[in-house]
């Protein structure tokens, strides 16, 4: 992954607290014995939602709501072909009918897709020596990537995200739920296969911790992250394994940000920079919104 800190700046820096309480049993995948599966735990018991957890839940969202966002121009296109993709070649293989247009721009020609200067400019920058592409089909998916909103927040091959997210750790209360084989094809249950997963209980008040930042307000990456915030609250999120099951939705109870806007006027000191907690808190709705005002 290339790590690129070029660009837009950011101008929006943000952490927050979304407290969720949990509508059913969680089980986040850990250790399988004999027919048990457990969940996830630290040395001492205690229960534990990885980081990694949080962001691909949020991210597998996040790629459901970005085709719906108001997009126009080369924003618009890695979402439709870069951000579904699964692996390298699948977004390879999405990117082919553009490549014609894409040549003609490396080579400094007029497009009708994408401006030359600004393509040469991102790969250049990127790494890539212009003189000397190999493969054009993977610097078009490099090129697209670079304007993902949803790459811009969880990452990508080209980019690294904008996000934060920190661990959960939980009480070490659990239960285990039975469960039994099924023959998928033929819809039935399978003979002699009884399995227990182990689950927290119902009712858990769940806190995630959250920090990033964002090029600026009304960017893609900020409309993105408002309408994944509001679609969480309005729905609530599936976390772990077994959602299939019914295990895993967590609905918000509350939540908090803080944000400011970096050069704003009132922190000529820095302060708010080197702590966002020092920012007025908004509500999840507040926040959201905000995001989004020009």
Same mark, same amino acid.
């Given at each position: 992954?290339?790590?690129?800190?070029?660009g837009p700046?950011?101008?929006?820096k943000f952490?927050?607290?979304i407290?969720?309480?949990?509508?059913t049993?969680?089980?986040?995948?850990?250790?399988?014995?004999?027919?048990?599966?457990?969940?996830?735990?630290l040395?001492d018991?205690r229960?534990?939602?990885?980081?990694?957890?949080?962001k691909?839940?949020?991210?597998?969202?996040?790629?459901?709501?970005?085709?719906?966002?108001?997009?126009?121009?080369?924003?618009?296109l890695?979402?439709?072909?870069?951000?579904p993709?699964?692996?390298?070649r699948?977004?390879?293989?999405r990117?082919?009918?553009?490549l014609?247009?894409?040549?003609?721009?490396?080579?400094?020609?007029?497009?009708?897709?994408?401006?030359?200067?600004d393509v040469?400019e991102?790969?250049?920058?990127a790494?890539?020596? %212009?003189e000397?592409i +190999?493969?054009? =089909?993977?610097? @078009?998916?490099?090129?697209?990537? $670079?304007?993902?909103? !949803?790459?811009?927040?969880?990452?990508n091959?080209?980019?690294?995200g904008?996000?934060?997210f920190?661990?959960?750790?939980?009480?070490?209360s659990?239960?285990?739920?039975?469960?039994?084989?099924v023959?998928?094809?033929?819809?039935?249950?399978?003979?002699?296969v %009884?399995?227990?997963? +182990?689950?927290? =209980?119902?009712? @858990?008040?769940?806190?995630l911790? $959250?920090?990033?930042e !964002?090029?600026?307000?009304?960017?893609?990456p900020?409309?993105?992250?408002?309408?994944?915030?509001?679609?969480?609250?309005a729905v609530?999120?599936?976390?772990?394994?077994?959602?299939?099951?019914?295990?895993?939705?967590?609905?918000?109870?509350?939540?908090?940000?803080?944000?400011?806007?970096?050069?704003?006027?009132?922190?000529?000191?820095?302060?708010?920079?080197?702590?966002?907690?020092?920012?007025?808190?908004?509500?999840?709705?507040?926040?959201?919104?905000?995001?989004?005002?020009?």
């Amino acid at each position: 992954m290339v790590e690129v800190a070029w660009g837009p700046a950011f101008r929006v820096k943000f952490a927050g607290v979304i407290e969720f309480r949990a509508a059913t049993p969680l089980h986040i995948g850990g250790e399988r014995e004999a027919n048990v599966l457990y969940t996830l735990r630290l040395p001492d018991g205690r229960l534990l939602i990885p980081s990694s957890t949080w962001k691909g839940a949020l991210r597998a969202l996040a790629e459901k709501l970005a085709p719906a966002l108001p997009l126009s121009g080369v924003e618009k296109l890695a979402v439709e072909r870069v951000a579904p993709a699964q692996d390298p070649r699948e977004a390879r293989e999405r990117v082919r009918d553009l490549l014609s247009d894409f040549e003609r721009a490396l080579k400094g020609e007029a497009s009708k897709v994408f401006d030359p200067s600004d393509v040469r400019e991102k790969l250049l920058r990127a790494g890539f020596d %212009l003189e000397r592409i +190999e493969d054009e =089909e993977w610097a @078009l998916v490099t090129y697209l990537s $670079l304007y993902c909103p !949803v790459g811009k927040l969880f990452g990508n091959w080209a980019r690294a995200g904008s996000l934060r997210f920190f661990d959960t750790v939980l009480p070490a209360s659990t239960q285990r739920r039975p469960g039994v084989g099924v023959n998928r094809k033929a819809g039935t249950v399978q003979e002699n296969v %009884l399995y227990f997963v +182990e689950t927290s =209980e119902a009712g @858990l008040r769940v806190p995630l911790v $959250l920090a990033g930042e !964002v090029e600026a307000r009304g960017s893609a990456p900020a409309k993105l992250l408002s309408s994944l915030l509001k679609a969480v609250a309005a729905v609530g999120l599936n976390v772990g394994g077994r959602k299939s099951a019914g295990l895993g939705l967590l609905l918000v109870e509350k939540a908090r940000f803080h944000a400011f806007e970096i050069g704003a006027a009132g922190d000529e000191s820095g302060e708010l920079l080197a702590n966002p907690f020092k920012a007025p808190p908004m509500s999840l709705q507040e926040f959201a919104e905000w995001l989004i005002k020009l």
